[in-house]
């Protein structure tokens, strides 16, 4: 079977199996659509969890920026761990407690305020489309290279099975959903892992192998890594930093709160049994992640490393070291028809030269050898994991299983991503504000349509993305973090947190972040405005847009210490609230109401 | 200091205890100290690179379910739990 049909079987027959559990799981009631019932194992919602969790940022994005960014993308491999111990030890088990289905109806009810709830709601409309948008990047770069089309169409494609998936689910469906959906990314992910650390280094534990010795005995694989990039001129991999020291600090950390602020991954700990099942969930979802996320780093380096000799494949500087267009690879022809690779022949010697030219001391050398520039123009980072295994000439099935897993990755985090949306839109504001009478029936439809309308904007701003996916991605992170997480945890750690105080840093917090995104990416990310362009010099203390989320949260927080200490304190109902939501005995199961 | 009280202090000492490790291992050794730490090896990694990409991730699902044991410890301990 040639490659073309083996992956169209392989993505049919999985998508086949979503769409067969999602039909059989379908919500008929509110409760259904909005949390899976009590009857979810920890382990099994840790798993859920987890695929809800896992992107297409992490799956197809993340390890092209490990690939070239080295110990610089490391803010992603801790930040997208790391805050799962905040959520843990400072949100989950509480929330559970207080047992209502949203993140607003809790900031609601705590800072006993409409208003409250509404900000809420806009905060996490703002985080949660930023974030579906960095989906929509993965999923067009992933139907692009199924289909064999350039981007744009593979969107649309993409985008027209995020409608049929995720309008139908609910939370019902999509939990177990997302098992079957973890269990083939995960494997999708690790099999090609393994395979590519066995060639290497001949260690089949992709963890261990990126530590162990070239098969050739040779030397260990990071230090030929490192010889190989540093040899044409880039950085070198394993010390390279992403922007400053300063930058990677507070990326990281704006990528932990952010995660400890995002209303989908939230609101999985209100369908848990017990209190005692909220903190067990996150441990038993960061097991599962942590699978994925300790095989990244292998899956980036040997990518990169894989790459690198593909084209470099003689000593550098002798004309037969660069390999010849010709004889290109049929990877590269594939990516070529997406446009998200591209070659322009600048010395004329139909030979592929890919070193760094912005390193002027390199250039120059460079420049002796007859080089005329760097001629691979464009390589998005986004297509290292899919090409990946064909770039390592692994077995067509294992490259349709990719697809197939990079599918999953995406499918499951946009349907998640959502379905909080929509319940953001038809629980909080209709039936919480504006229509408190309405039916079930009638809430379910608007759901559907808040649903149907936002992928519909995600798409439209997919076309255009305002980076990478997982740097999109990491801006949602940045407005969850400036504003969710800080109104949640205050809500439950300080007693004394009131209305005004919690709106203020909520209204604060976004604004700082999103201002600060918008001046250097753009007005709603749209090209040609952004007033201060997307360059280092006119960074603040050279934070870059993507981190800044930390720094909106300290605001956020400050602002609303202040507010409340000038502002009458929250009436005494609401102190015994937040009293009864700090121990686990009492708890019911999650209410509406 | 009435029970629930304690409880409460008990719950922000070990939560208190736990995010510094969580600090220690990737704001630590992770980004500020990875330079000296780079300069001893463990295996073919060098051990700050090794905290950064592995080693960190490690720590963090170990001390959530550290936490997880201890907490239902405390909630038997302080007749929290629920039933």
Redesign the interface.
């Known amino acids: 079977m040639d490659l073309q049909t083996l992956t169209y079987t392989v993505v049919g027959f999985t998508f086949a199996v979503y769409i067969g559990i999602a039909f059989w799981a379908r919500a008929s009631t509110t409760g259904e659509f909005y949390v899976a019932g009590k009857g979810v194992h920890p382990v099994a919602n840790g798993m859920a969890t987890a695929a809800d969790w896992m992107s297409a940022a992490s799956f197809i994005s993340m390890a092209g920026l490990?690939a070239f960014n080295g110990?610089g993308a490391?803010v992603f491999?801790?930040g997208w761990?790391?805050g799962?111990?905040l959520l843990?030890?400072?949100l989950a088990?509480y929330l559970r407690k207080f047992g209502k289905f949203t993140v607003p109806e809790f900031i609601g009810e705590r800072y006993y305020s409409r208003t409250a709830r509404i900000v809420a709601v806009i905060c996490l409309i703002l985080a949660s489309i930023t974030y579906v948008i960095g989906q929509m990047k993965g999923i067009g770069v992933a139907f692009s290279r199924f289909l064999e089309t350039d981007y744009d169409t593979g969107l649309y494609a993409g985008m027209g099975i995020v409608f049929i998936y995720s309008v139908m689910g609910g939370m019902k469906g999509i939990t177990y959903t997302q098992i079957a959906q973890y269990v083939i990314l995960i494997f999708a992910y690790t099999v090609p892992a393994i395979f590519i650390s066995m060639n290497l280094t001949g260690v089949p534990l992709p963890?261990?192998g990126?530590?162990?010795?070239m098969v050739d005995g040779s030397m260990?694989?990071?230090?030929k890594l490192d010889m190989v990039v540093t040899d044409l001129g880039f950085k070198e991999y394993?010390?390279q930093v992403m922007g400053s020291?300063l930058n990677?600090?507070v990326y990281?950390?704006t990528l932990m709160i952010g995660t400890a602020g995002l209303p989908h991954v939230i609101m999985r700990f209100f369908t848990v049994p017990?209190?005692?099942d909220a903190?067990?969930t996150?441990?038993w979802a960061?097991?599962f992640i942590?699978i994925l996320?300790?095989t990244a780093?292998a899956v980036g380096a040997m990518a990169r490393l894989n790459l690198m000799e593909t084209i470099q494949v003689g000593e550098v500087g002798v004309v037969e070291g660069n390999l010849s267009y010709e004889e290109r690879p049929q990877w590269f022809k594939n990516w070529e028809t997406t446009g998200l690779l591209k070659y322009e022949d600048k010395n004329g010697d139909g030979r592929i030269q890919y070193y760094n030219d912005k390193n002027e001391e390199f250039a120059a050398k460079a420049d002796s050898f007859g080089w005329k520039g760097n001629e691979m123009v464009k390589v998005d980072r986004d297509i290292m994991v899919l090409a990946n295994p064909e770039i390592a000439k692994l077995p067509n099935w294992v490259i349709a299983l990719v697809v197939a897993g990079g599918l999953a990755a995406a499918l499951s985090t946009a349907a998640g991503l959502l379905l909080a949306i929509a319940s953001s839109i038809s629980h909080d504001l209709l039936k919480g504000v504006f229509m408190p009478g309405i039916s079930e029936k009638n809430e379910l439809m608007a759901g559907r349509f808040a649903m149907a309308g936002a992928i519909a904007m995600a798409g439209y701003f997919g076309l255009h993305p305002p980076d990478f996916a997982a740097g999109t991605v990491a801006i949602a992170f940045g407005l969850a973090a400036a504003s969710i997480f800080p109104a949640l945890m205050m809500g439950i750690f300080n007693k004394k947190m009131n209305r005004a105080g919690a709106i203020w840093g909520m209204i604060s917090g976004i604004s700082v972040t999103m201002l600060y995104v918008f001046q250097h990416k753009g007005i709603m990310f749209i090209p040609g405005t952004d007033f201060l362009g997307d360059m280092g010099a006119n960074w603040f203390f050279g934070i870059s847009p993507n981190a800044f989320g930390a720094v909106g949260a300290a605001v956020n927080f400050t602002v609303a210490i202040i507010v409340s200490k000038m502002t009458a304190p929250p009436p005494e109902h609401i102190q015994h609230l937040v009293?009864d939501i700090?121990?686990?005995?009492?708890?019911g199961s999650a209410t509406g109401h | 200091m009435s029970d629930r009280e304690a409880y409460w202090k008990a719950n922000i000492s070990l939560v208190g205890g736990c995010l510094v490790v969580w600090f220690i291992v990737s704001f630590g050794f992770g980004i500020m100290l990875v330079e000296p730490l780079n300069n001893i090896s463990l295996g073919g990694y060098k051990l700050g690179f090794w905290f950064a990409q592995q080693g960190s991730i490690y720590t963090f699902v170990f001390l959530i379910f550290f936490y997880a044991w201890r907490m239902n410890k405390l909630d038997k301990k302080f007749n929290v739990h629920e039933d």
């Open positions: 490990i110990y490391s491999l801790m761990t790391g799962y111990v843990a030890m400072l088990p963890q261990l990126l530590g162990a010795d260990s694989m990071l230090d394993s010390t020291k990677m600090f990281t950390l017990k209190v005692k903190r067990s996150a441990g960061l097991v942590a996320y300790t780093p009293e700090r121990v686990p005995i009492g708890s």
